[in-house]
């Protein structure tokens, strides 16, 4: 298992990033695409002088948005987007990481209802063979590709990560958006192994809040070590300031 933290929003500069993880003897940052100081560090090849400077290693956070269950036109801009910065990450970076999006919405009567689950056998096929191709991408320049749960996952992605992990595809879990969505995964581990490569590791309270400094919500920390700990993953404390990781990092090694 290796611990890291998220790029931070409120740092303007990569290197602080760096040198924040050094501090905290944290073994990897995930860097992330919806940061243009992110972006910028990549298009300018400035990320590996920084790994090798701080001895940091580095995964990749894709954009938060690049639904590859969407259509033909869009999962093709994405996928360009996937390759470049693949490329530009090839040989330091570790894994890239994809929401796995619930898509479009319609509220009816104050229920919502979801397009990708009306359309289910339409939407799965196309699904695989995006994140087939995007899994090809990432190979291609030896960079594991990782797929997470989001914070509004709908019971109809249940379904999705059955097909999903019967084609062979790995994971991301985070757990506090699983505490949002009502522990969907948690319920489906009792039925079959997905395999997670990465964890997203924050404390959650009361279904409707998460990203969380350690012992601020009433998640059971010590439970997903150990499940992180049993899949040899990199971890994420994915807090998103720094006093927070300052805080949650002593914490968890401790649990």
Same mark, same amino acid.
């Given at each position: 298992?290796?611990?890291?933290?998220?790029?931070?929003?409120?740092?303007?500069?990569?290197?602080?990033?760096?040198?924040?993880?050094?501090?905290?003897?944290?073994?990897?940052?995930?860097?992330?695409?919806?940061?243009?100081?992110?972006?910028?560090?990549?298009?300018?090849?400035?990320?590996?002088?920084?790994?090798?400077?701080? +001895?940091?290693?580095?995964?990749? +956070?894709?954009?938060?948005?690049?639904?590859?269950?969407?259509?033909?036109?869009?999962?093709?801009?994405?996928?360009?987007?996937?390759?470049?910065?693949?490329?530009?990450?090839?040989?330091?970076?570790?894994?890239?990481?994809? +929401?796995?999006?619930?898509?479009?919405?319609?509220?009816?009567?104050?229920?919502? +209802?979801?397009?990708?689950?009306?359309?289910?056998?339409?939407?799965?096929?196309?699904?695989?063979?995006?994140?087939?191709?995007?899994?090809?991408?990432?190979?291609?320049?030896?960079?594991?590709?990782?797929?997470?749960?989001?914070?509004?996952?709908?019971?109809?992605?249940?379904?999705?990560?059955?097909?999903?992990?019967?084609?062979?595809?790995?994971?991301?879990?985070?757990?506090?958006?699983?505490?949002?969505?009502?522990?969907?995964?948690?319920?489906?581990?009792?039925?079959?192994?997905?395999?997670?490569?990465?964890?997203?590791?924050?404390?959650?309270?009361?279904?409707?809040?998460?990203?969380?400094?350690?012992?601020?919500?009433?998640?059971?920390?010590?439970?997903?070590?150990?499940?992180?700990?049993?899949?040899?993953?990199?971890?994420?404390?994915?807090?998103?300031?720094?006093?927070?990781?300052?805080?949650?990092?002593?914490?968890?090694?401790?649990?």
């Amino acid at each position: 298992m290796k611990l890291g933290m998220p790029q931070l929003f409120e740092y303007e500069n990569l290197e602080d990033n760096f040198k924040l993880a050094q501090k905290l003897s944290l073994d990897f940052i995930e860097l992330n695409l919806n940061f243009a100081s992110g972006r910028t560090a990549l298009d300018n090849k400035i990320v590996l002088d920084l790994v090798n400077k701080y +001895h940091i290693e580095v995964t990749l +956070h894709f954009y938060d948005e690049g639904d590859l269950g969407s259509y033909d036109e869009v999962v093709k801009a994405y996928l360009t987007l996937l390759d470049k910065y693949a490329s530009l990450g090839q040989g330091f970076v570790k894994q890239i990481n994809i +929401h796995l999006i619930p898509g479009p919405v319609v509220t009816i009567a104050g229920i919502k +209802h979801y397009v990708y689950e009306k359309e289910y056998d339409s939407y799965i096929k196309r699904l695989i063979r995006n994140l087939k191709e995007a899994e090809a991408i990432c190979h291609k320049y030896d960079i594991k590709m990782v797929i997470e749960n989001t914070d509004n996952t709908p019971t109809y992605q249940r379904r999705t990560y059955l097909d999903l992990y019967k084609e062979g595809f790995r994971f991301t879990y985070d757990i506090g958006h699983d505490h949002l969505s009502n522990d969907i995964l948690l319920d489906l581990l009792k039925e079959v192994s997905l395999p997670f490569d990465e964890f997203h590791i924050h404390d959650a309270k009361n279904r409707s809040t998460c990203h969380l400094a350690l012992k601020e919500g009433n998640l059971d920390i010590s439970k997903y070590k150990s499940l992180a700990e049993n899949n040899n993953a990199y971890v994420v404390l994915e807090v998103k300031q720094v006093s927070d990781l300052v805080k949650s990092v002593p914490i968890f090694k401790k649990l």
